[in-house]
């Protein structure tokens, strides 16, 4: 199992952990990506896939005391960020200069 941190742009948002497959964790993060947004996700297909693999991660909350690290990041409605994560891999995060926002 895998574990994806959920971000949204709701006032109250928790950034609750999700443990999710092999298969549901590569639905959502392509090859070597660990940062997703939604709506990137639903324009791949898939549909009924990331439906049901959604469905099923909702019910695999992890409490952050029990998180052993987190694997990808998945955002909701905070479109402004992918100027952040332009290629998708937290490591990687820069400002729109280019430098990058970890020194490593």
């Given at each position: 199992?895998?574990?994806?941190?959920?971000?949204?742009?709701?006032?109250?948002?928790?950034?609750?952990i999700?443990?999710?497959t092999e298969?549901?964790?590569?639905?959502?993060?392509?090859?070597?990506?660990?940062i997703?947004?939604i709506?990137?996700v639903?324009?791949r297909?898939?549909?009924?896939?990331?439906?049901r693999?959604?469905?099923s991660?909702?019910?695999?909350?992890?409490?952050?005391?029990?998180?052993?690290?987190?694997?990808?990041i998945?955002?909701?409605?905070?479109?402004?960020?992918?100027?952040?994560?332009a290629?998708?891999?937290?490591?990687?995060?820069a400002?729109?200069?280019?430098?990058?926002?970890?020194?490593?």
């Open positions: 199992m895998k574990n994806i941190q959920v971000i949204d742009g709701a006032e109250n948002c928790v950034y609750d999700f443990a999710a298969e549901e964790f590569a639905l959502i993060f392509p090859e070597w990506e660990d997703a947004f709506d990137e639903r324009d297909g898939n549909t009924e896939a990331l439906r693999a959604l469905g991660l909702w019910g695999r909350r992890v409490p952050k005391r029990d998180a052993q690290g987190i694997h990808g998945l955002f909701y409605q905070l479109d402004h960020k992918k100027a952040y994560y290629t998708c891999r937290d490591k990687e995060a400002n729109s200069d280019g430098s990058l926002l970890r020194r490593a």
